[in-house]
């Protein structure tokens, strides 16, 4: 017995109809999401802080407004963005009509992750339903909570024909993943990245895959330390690290660290308290599986700042390591979680090789004082993002796609660039049905004269 025959099913017939084409149905459909957001905003808050502990401040930037954000740019933009695109046109074509036209794939498949369970959802949903597509979205199972909301109240503000939630872990996804969909929209790690994409192409299927990965943040000799310390702690122990654009490490001179250190510790103690175990604003990890790899790593190098754990509460303090060698865990997988590990270079140009001799990450940091510093970094590597004298700050604008290159992911999302990617950029030419005598200089025989054209 198939469990999503039937709704996958139902949601192709709708699709088949026509029915999520015009623009009219599009909007209805976001105005329904927005209408989800400011009516169930408590609900939603209490299923984050219960999921991940996360703080009101947290999941109102973090997953509430800008979820809603990409739904009023959609709102505001459908119609524009559906237009169809004219294009140049070359001699043979001067008396035809040539333009773009941004047509939905049909059904999408959206599979969730658990760190930003609302946002990571919701974002790309607003893509795939602007673009007038069916979808089925699959959250993660891990943030149960978030996942109930949205799987018993999310489904009541879209028309059920063209939108469902299914659920299940990953022996469920496996079998979900056996259909066929039209586009599949991936946000995970890059071993399940893996699987999604040996699966979409058994039916050739499209994917967009958004990954994670170790992302570097080079801090230069000439930067103010305080100034570096409070935000790479900040944007390290947001939503307690767990976040795929996090710094996930720091590459510094030895002297930098020496003053890095007492600014970190500055930081992270005006931020969370002596006692951050006990502050509202500090998340929690996920998952007993979660705490457990993190507790692990916690034993790299030398502890220089936290360090302390508390199984019970799936607590573990936002931890600086020194030390390190490059073959230790901490410097092989991606963290996600409040640790930081910081690696002494000799130089910007070691620092380089040291980035590029890993994966592509989806985002890098620099800090330095110094503009060509940031350019030489920005032009000499490659990421996803990239981000000069601060955190993860690219991601809040729409007008930049976000997503990463090589094993950080493939292609991209947020704004118009999530209305691109669930349409199918159709190339259209519409000829006029006579004027035979002038295209009919193309057919054979072939003879000097019409080679000359
Ligand atoms: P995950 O890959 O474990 O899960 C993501 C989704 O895939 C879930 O819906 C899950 O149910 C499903 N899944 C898990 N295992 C599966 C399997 N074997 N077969 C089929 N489906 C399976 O990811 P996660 O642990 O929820 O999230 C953390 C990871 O996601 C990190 O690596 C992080 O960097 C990455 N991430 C990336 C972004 C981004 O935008 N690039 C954003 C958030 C998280």
Redesign the pocket.
Known sequence: MDPFADTLQRLREAFSSGRTRPAEFRAAQLNGLSRFLRENKQLLQEALAQDLHKSAFEAEVSEISISQNEINLALRNLRAWMKDEKVSKNLATQLDSAFIRKEPFGLVLI??????PLN?SLGPLVGALAAGNCVVL?????SKTTEKVLAEVLPRYLDQSCFAVVLG??QE??RL?EHKFDYIF?????Q?GK??MTAAAKHLTPVTL????KNPCYVDDNCDPQTVANRVAFFRCFNAGQT?VAPDYVLCSPEMQARLVPALQSAITRFYGDDPQSSPNLGRIISEKHFQRLRGLLSCGRVVIGGQSDESDLYIAPTVLVDLQETEPVMQE?I?GPILPIVNVRSLGQAIDFINRREKP?ALYVFSTSSQVVKRVLAQTSSGGFCGNDGFMHLTLASLP?G?VGS??MGSYHGKFSFDTFSHHRACLLRPAGLEKIYAIRYPPHTPRNLRV
Do not use: A
């Open positions: 599979l969730s992750p658990w760190n930003y990571l699959k959250p993660s199972e891990i872990g990953p996804t496996g993943l991936f946000t995970g790690n890059s399940v699987i999604v958004e990954l994670g990965g795929c991606e996600f989806l976000f990463g950080s992911g």
